[in-house]
């Protein structure tokens, strides 16, 4: 089992510009979230999702936007990337609501 | 009002010695559940421990055990005969309510483990 999987690993975009990150899951989990973690914060919740077809907005939702067409994956999109976007991005995954999240390696953005 | 809080930046510990770090949280709920993450300098986070608010007894997972002081709002965890690879990031968070979705994080302990 691979666990939780994120594409890519590191990504540098300017301003403007917009990409997709991927998170694929092979635990057959219902739950999945994509979290920022900045430098001196913890982890803060953007967007998440209770199962196929189905998202939810986080703590930080604006200027992101999320995708679960297939249970497995789960995809973050920055339509107009800005510099206050420059984080380092996660992704998890839980059985069920509430249970613990197992997270993927993260995603590491610069915006310059 | 910050629903955990990690009040030690960095902590160090001698190898093969035990060391507690930091947590309190601030919950209405009667129904909560507290979970340790370690975050190692390769960058993915590692569940370490789970504490329901509800459970009698404190977690333990091998080295870890989790010291939950319901009236105090604490739940420190302790590592026990710290060894090199322990020298992480440690994050504390809380779940509210028994399904609740999101998870809150705290700013998270660097623990270096000196030899």
């Known amino acids: 089992n691979a666990g939780v999987t994120q594409t890519p690993k590191f990504r540098v975009l300017k301003t403007g510009q917009s990409m997709t990150l991927l998170c694929a899951q092979d635990m057959n989990h219902e739950y999945m979230y994509w979290y920022r973690q900045d430098p001196g914060m913890g982890l803060r919740l953007i967007h998440y999702s209770v199962g196929e077809g189905t998202t939810a907005k986080g703590e930080v939702p604006d200027g992101y936007n999320v995708s679960r067409l297939k249970k497995q994956n789960f995809l973050l999109g920055l339509e107009s990337a800005a510099p206050s976007q420059t984080s380092v991005y996660f992704c998890a995954s839980s059985p069920s609501l509430g249970d613990t999240q197992y997270f993927g390696p993260g995603t590491r953005l610069t915006v310059l | 009002a910050q629903k955990i809080t990690q009040t030690q930046p960095g902590m160090f510990v001698q190898e093969k010695e035990a060391v507690t770090l930091d947590c309190t949280y601030d919950t209405s709920d009667q129904s909560y559940g507290l979970f340790w993450y370690k975050q190692p300098s390769s960058g993915e986070m590692i569940f370490l421990i789970y504490?329901?608010?509800?459970?009698?007894q404190n977690a333990t997972e091998g080295r870890y055990s989790l010291n939950f002081q319901k009236a105090r709002k604490s739940a420190n965890l302790v590592i026990s005969a710290s060894q090199l690879g322990d020298s992480a990031m440690y994050f504390c968070a809380m779940r509210e309510g028994r399904t609740g979705n999101q998870f809150y994080f705290g700013t998270g302990t660097s623990l270096t483990v000196i030899p």
């Open positions: 504490q329901g608010s509800y459970d009698e």
